[in-house]
């Protein structure tokens, strides 16, 4: 059985190095975990057919019953807590149980009875991996952010693309942001879709921090601008609300330059902080 485990989780890893750093860690999370839920089916089942016949009396055979009911137990409680509380602290969109959820993952929420974000609202004031908030990006030439808001609409079924529009949807209504990110740095390997006009959008601070990481290291020339949003905006407001500034502008001789309203970046600037740990991004 231990062997089985450690097969799936190298199995898992070697994937993950072929796909380079375009993995994300939920995806060998998922492979780990359903390596044990599918190891906790099989003792369930097991325990199920034995308590259909008569056992003799051993302490052995219960106390194995018990282990294996106690196994599926805390395997399902991993996975519940997996998809549940990352969320609610703001560590992860994906492999979240928030799917068709509409819920706001990270500014004020807007679900009833569980608050999402915690981590980027509590230290919204500070300079960590958690810092700044949440900003909002108003204009960009960087592939890596234009990725973040990617419309892929064009690559589902003509049905489900009509049956959408049909019940009211958008013309712009399936985003690659997952996609995009699993496949950060192969991009080649993508099906190719039409420009998709740009759009402000929305991102916490640590994303801020994360993807400008990935646009110095592509070596190119871009700029980005964003304006942060204070935790107490309502998200309905986030596109009208108006701030100070920031752009960055990253030059062909790779010269960087930082202006905040104007005015040359404070040195606690966010963009001029360093990327969030490396193992903290995946």
Excluded at 37 to 63: H, K
Excluded at 128 to 153: E, H, N
Excluded at 188 to 208: N, W, Y
Aim: glycine fraction near 8%; hydrophobic fraction near 45%.
């Amino acid at each position: 059985v231990a062997a089985a485990y450690v097969a799936v989780f190298a199995a898992a890893c070697t994937i993950a190095i072929q796909l380079r750093d375009g993995v994300d860690a939920h995806f060998l999370a998922a492979c780990v975990l359903s390596a044990f839920m599918a190891r906790a089916a099989t003792l369930e089942s097991a325990s199920s057919v034995a308590t259909t016949r008569t056992l003799p009396e051993n302490g052995d055979a219960t106390r194995t019953l018990h282990g294996r009911r106690g196994f599926t137990v805390a395997v399902v409680a991993a996975i519940t807590l997996w998809g549940l509380v990352p969320p609610i602290l703001g560590l992860q969109q994906m492999s979240g149980l928030t799917m068709y959820s509409n819920a706001e993952l990270w500014g004020p929420g807007n679900h009833v009875l569980v608050p999402t974000g915690l981590l980027f609202n509590a230290y919204e004031n500070t300079t960590g991996p958690f810092g700044g908030g949440v900003v909002r990006i108003d204009s960009t030439d960087a592939p890596a952010f234009i990725g973040l808001i990617r419309d892929a609409s064009d690559l589902l079924p003509s049905a489900a693309r009509e049956a959408l529009l049909a019940n009211g949807a958008k013309e712009r209504f399936y985003f690659s942001h997952y996609v995009d990110r699993m496949y950060a740095g192969r991009e080649d390997e993508l099906l190719p879709t039409p420009p998709t006009p740009f759009a402000p959008f929305a991102v916490p601070a640590f994303e801020l921090r994360r993807v400008l990481a990935m646009a110095r290291a592509a070596g190119d020339p871009f700029f980005v601008t964003y304006t942060r949003l204070s935790s107490a905006l309502p998200t309905t407001v986030w596109r009208q609300h108006r701030g100070a500034a920031v752009t960055v502008r990253v030059r062909d001789d790779g010269r960087e330059t930082c202006r905040a309203g104007g005015a040359p970046c404070a040195a606690d600037e966010l963009a001029l902080l360093e990327a969030p740990p490396a193992w903290l991004a995946k």
